[in-house]
């Protein structure tokens, strides 16, 4: 059985991604699994060899290394056994590391954590279960005290008319809730709760998140990560699952979102003729990038259209 795969590296210094820094080509047959690495994009400032470690689905194992010269260097490796879920590290000085993943063991690690979040969840549950019934009972009598205490402030807060905003009839903004409380509501409440909120949806996401200019120009897009995808219409919600996505999220920790008479979400990569075929094939359909060009190996997003 053969398989073949190309891992793009990316260059990190102290938690943060600065860019890309190369590949990794892995050649894999039933026994056997030749590597091939190409890094590039390294300050200059950093000479010399470095330990290449990776992990082949069960541990890290570490080999000889890749000598750095001028911001680049070249690598070769057979190794005796067939690397599936293939994660390679290069540690260089000053906090640099240049990493690469396979998509086997991208969806190994989120798998990974998910099993991790479920069984947070289920250890609290648990420790709910756990305590003891006269802390409960305790707790059901101070509980059925605050609300005795709330419905008798109710009914007195329902006596005094409470004064409300007026508002044009263009607006579309539904008033808030009365709040019951101890003390009687604020005239000024509904205002407060509207402070910094737009009615324009692209407006409040502009104010939400951070801004960029990725190509160079006035055009402005936000950062986004998968959890954000709340803000995109109900057909959009599957592409937090979106293979491509989550591969290009992982090595740049950012997609982009940017209004151009349509809506578009970027991915951050590499174009090259391959990957702008698997890119259509998971429904982004252009590439752009600052120079206007896409050029093999120049550093741009590859974009699909969505709805707010």
């Known amino acids: 059985m053969y398989q073949k795969e190309i891992i793009y590296m990316g260059l990190h210094k102290d938690g943060s991604r600065l860019g890309s820094a190369g590949f990794l080509k892995v050649e894999s047959r039933d026994k056997e699994s030749s590597l091939y ?3 590039k994009n390294i300050p200059h400032s950093i000479n010399g060899r470095f330990p290449v470690r990776f992990y082949n689905g069960s541990d890290w194992k570490e080999v000889d290394g890749i000598t750095l010269q001028e911001g680049s260097g070249l690598w070769e490796k057979c190794e005796p056994e067939c690397l599936q879920q293939m994660r390679l590290q290069i ?61 008798a402030t109710q009914e007195t807060v329902e006596r005094i008319p409470v004064q409300k905003q007026r508002r044009s009839p263009q607006e579309t903004v539904a008033e808030p809730p009365v709040m019951v409380s101890e003390e009687l509501p604020s005239p000024m409440a509904d205002e407060m709760q509207m402070d910094g909120v737009k009615e324009d949806k692209w407006e409040q996401i502009l104010d939400t998140y951070t801004q960029i200019h ?18 995109l219409q ?75």
């Open 37 to 39: 690495l190409k890094i």
């Open 214 to 231: 990725p190509y160079g120009d006035e055009r402005v897009y936000v950062k986004l990560e998968p959890k954000d995808f709340v803000i």
């Open 91 to 151: 540690i260089l000085p000053s906090g640099y590391l240049i990493e690469g993943i396979s998509r086997q063991a991208q969806q190994k690690l989120s798998e990974r954590q998910e099993n991790e979040r479920v069984s947070e969840k289920a250890g609290a549950a648990l420790q709910e279960e756990e305590i003891p019934k006269e802390t409960n009972t305790a707790y059901e009598s101070d509980k059925q005290d605050v609300v005795e205490s709330r419905t």
């Open 234 to 308: 109900a057909k959009y919600q599957h592409l937090v699952n979106n293979s491509f996505l989550l591969h290009g999220f992982y090595n740049y920790r950012y997609v982009i979102l940017g209004k151009e008479n349509d809506y578009y979400l970027g991915v951050p990569g590499v174009f090259y003729e391959r990957e702008k075929m698997v890119a259509l094939m998971f429904g982004f359909e252009a590439f752009e990038c600052s120079s206007g060009e896409a050029k093999p190996g120049e550093f741009g997003y590859y974009l699909r259209r969505v709805e707010l």
